[in-house]
């Protein structure tokens, strides 16, 4: 005989609904078939409702009760739905396949390759330059690293570089002496120093002024420095983390980064890659997102919802996506299923192309050389990845009036 469906299972899911029926004399039976004698019953699969699913059987339920049971039932198969996706992703992944890393959530080839260089250079105690478009996880990287490091439980300390006027900045970083300048009342550390024996993540170094890279790259090559205003030089043993969304080599060509603290950093360079480059990881990604921002329980995107979210190629990254699953989230209300009616416009109307053909049915001229328009736009938008300077350049358009036409038809 075959092996049962739910060989190998993590029937957990099962447990509460499992608890509520018992409570009412009623058991809860995984089946192969629908059966044939009177039952509650709910498929696993909506393509197959006559084959595996769960049942309550039981001569005497009235309709209604058995209605109620069946809602029960038809809930718990989409978590066992998803324990099944879950069980037959495992025995498929090859052995090593990681599919998250101290919170870093992906198994995409790229991701394995963001690991194991992960793995040697978190224990290192070297520099890293961490660079990558917005919102990719760099600063999940920088706490992946400080995690996996000697350094692990000392402080790890954050500073947005842009986020600080100079002057400011300096102060924040390195600290003060009484009457440095006005309102320094009183002598304060920085954050270095709060940050010794542990680990510093520069966040945004690509703003950092001249003058105060000067002065992290002493650190970096002396761990030395002087609070601002004071003679004193202190000592400090912190490991840098640097992160950037801006091209740093091309600063440095420009002589806007000064090049011998832009080598001080990139000992290790980690890139990050776009989510457009991992789109296997966006399931992963939204069940993940789906179970941090769930209220009770996990609510399931409808299938219409889930390829529309996969067809979209996400130019702000997995910040975008997660901004979008909170946002489906709580506009879901009590409701367990997300719905694509939910979706931002922008995200809802990203329609591949031949979806749009079947739909639009012109009756007139310049009906239908909209449809042609926004067609072609929607598609070169989709090929360059919302780019719109190269969306522009192949459809040989203005950048203007690409955007123009971007925001008539609602394509971002
Ligand atoms: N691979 C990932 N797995 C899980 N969550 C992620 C991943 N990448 C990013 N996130 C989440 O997305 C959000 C943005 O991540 P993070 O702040 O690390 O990005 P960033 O690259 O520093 O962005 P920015 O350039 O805008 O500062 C965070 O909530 C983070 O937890
Ligand atoms: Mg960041």
Request: proline fraction near 5%; include cysteine.
């Amino acid at each position: 005989m075959a092996t049962p469906w739910w060989t190998g299972l993590d029937l957990r899911v099962l447990r509460h609904v499992r608890g509520v029926l018992r409570r009412q004399g009623l058991q809860l039976t995984l089946v192969e078939r629908r059966p044939l004698e009177a039952a509650a019953f709910a498929a696993l699969s909506l393509e197959e409702p006559g084959a595996a699913g769960l049942a309550v059987l039981a001569n005497e339920l009235g309709l209604a009760e058995r209605e109620l049971v069946e809602s029960m039932l038809k809930e718990a198969a989409l978590d066992v739905a998803a324990a099944l996706r879950d069980r037959d992703e495992r025995d498929e992944e090859p052995p090593g396949r990681r599919t998250s890393y101290h919170g870093i959530i992906g198994g995409a080839p790229v991701m394995q390759e963001l690991y194991v260089l992960l793995d040697r250079a978190a224990p290192s105690d070297s520099t890293v330059l961490i660079q990558g478009e917005n919102g990719t996880g760099k600063e999940l990287v920088a706490r992946a690293i400080h995690e996996g490091s000697e350094r692990r439980d000392r402080k790890f300390i954050v500073t947005n570089c842009s986020a600080f006027n100079d002057n400011l900045l300096d102060s924040e970083l390195f600290g003060h002496k009484r009457g440095a300048f006005t309102g320094a009342i009183a002598d304060k550390p920085g954050l270095f120093e709060m940050a010794d024996a542990g680990t510093f993540f520069l966040d945004e170094i690509g703003d950092m002024s001249p003058t105060l890279q000067v002065k992290v790259l002493r650190v970096l090559q002396e761990g030395t420095f002087n609070r601002v205003g004071d003679t004193e030089m202190r000592k400090v043993d912190v490991r840098i983390i640097a992160a950037t969304n801006r091209d740093l080599q091309a600063m440095v060509s420009a002589g806007q980064f000064r090049e011998d603290l832009y080598y001080r950093i990139h000992v290790i360079n980690v890139t990050l890659p776009p989510l457009r480059e991992r789109p296997d990881d966006i399931p992963l990604l939204i069940e993940h997102f789906l179970a941090r921002h769930r209220r009770q329980r996990t609510k399931r995107l409808m299938p219409d919802c889930a390829q529309r979210m996969l067809a979209y190629p996400w130019p702000g990254n997995v910040r975008e996506l997660e901004n979008e699953i909170e946002r489906c989230v709580v506009l879901a209300g009590d409701e367990p299923m997300i719905g694509a009616d939910l979706l931002s416009p922008r995200i809802r109307q990203w329609a591949p192309a031949e979806e749009l053909e079947v739909d639009v049915q012109p009756d007139s001229l310049p009906a239908a050389v909209e449809a042609l328009e926004k067609r072609m736009i929607g598609a070169a938008m989709r090929r360059h990845g919302g780019n719109k300077t190269r969306a522009a350049e192949e459809l040989k358009v203005s950048r203007r009036n690409l955007i123009r036409l971007v925001q008539k038809y609602q394509l971002e």
